[in-house]
């Protein structure tokens, strides 16, 4: 089966994994496209071998769903709450930045842009995960890529935080599109919260919470966090 799980935050992606393999008995469990600890919402989860076999080309090319918060006048090591804050030089300009030159740009952020994958990602180097490279202070060399963001919008603007949604393609680091949006603003930005919405036709409305999963039995969660 196939299982539509509301991530909370705080607990990793393979924490869910393990979570789900203690309530399904079942040892063959996988996940289709991580999230950080820090954030929270849709997270695929496969469980059975069939499925497992059947979660990479379910979610092949997917469009995603994002609810994020930037923070403006600020830059984190990691991109997120994980890494080290310092303010920036243009964090006097936060409190007077015009929402028109927000979207306006914002507005080059749309359609298919290049972007560079985080330092810390689970992108391998040699083997290795990048983010175990950054962590040991080995910044890892990653190459450009390109991704398309098929809807990007201001949901609210109260300086110095800027939430956006985002609709986007598969591979999309949105820890580095808040970083770039902070940058091309000139007053550098970092994730404080993300809130995953959407993977393909798995929507967060219809996903369930890991406490409900520990309260029901094996047919009730097939009824309602399940797809077949």
């Known amino acids: 089966m196939i299982l539509n799980i509301n991530k909370p935050a705080d607990i990793t992606s393979h924490d869910v994994v393990s979570r789900?393999?203690?309530?399904?008995?079942?040892?063959?469990?996988?996940?289709?496209?991580?999230l950080d600890p820090f954030a929270t919402g849709v997270l695929v989860v496969a469980v059975g071998r069939e499925s497992t076999r059947k979660l990479t080309p379910l979610l092949k090319d997917v469009t995603k769903e994002y609810e994020a918060t930037i923070e403006l006048g600020k830059t984190s090591t990691t991109g997120d709450p994980e890494g080290k804050i310092e303010k920036t030089s243009g964090i006097h300009r936060v409190q007077s930045l015009p929402l028109s030159e927000i979207e306006e740009t914002i507005s080059k952020f749309r359609g298919e842009i290049?972007?560079?994958?985080?330092?810390?990602?689970?992108?391998?180097?040699?083997?290795?995960?990048?983010?175990?490279?950054?962590?040991?202070?080995?910044?890892?060399?990653?190459?450009?890529?390109?991704?398309?963001?098929?809807?990007?919008?201001?949901?609210?603007?109260?300086p110095p935080l800027l939430q956006i949604r985002a609709i986007v393609s598969s591979g999309t680091y949105i820890r580095k599109l808040a970083e770039d949006i902070g940058q091309a603003l000139g007053v550098g930005g970092y994730l404080i919260k993300l809130k995953r919405t959407r993977v393909g036709q798995y929507r967060l409305a219809d996903s369930v919470s890991l406490e409900s999963l520990e309260k029901k039995t094996d047919n009730s969660v097939n009824e309602q966090g399940s797809v077949s």
Do not use: C, F, M, N
Request: glycine content about 12%.
């Open 20 to 34: 789900v393999r203690r309530i399904t008995g079942e040892r063959r469990v996988g996940h289709g496209g991580t």
């Open 114 to 158: 290049v972007q560079t994958p985080p330092a810390h990602s689970a992108i391998k180097i040699g083997g290795i995960r990048a983010y175990k490279l950054a962590r040991r202070g080995i910044l890892p060399v990653l190459e450009k890529r390109p991704v398309k963001i098929d809807a990007l919008e201001i949901v609210k603007y109260h």
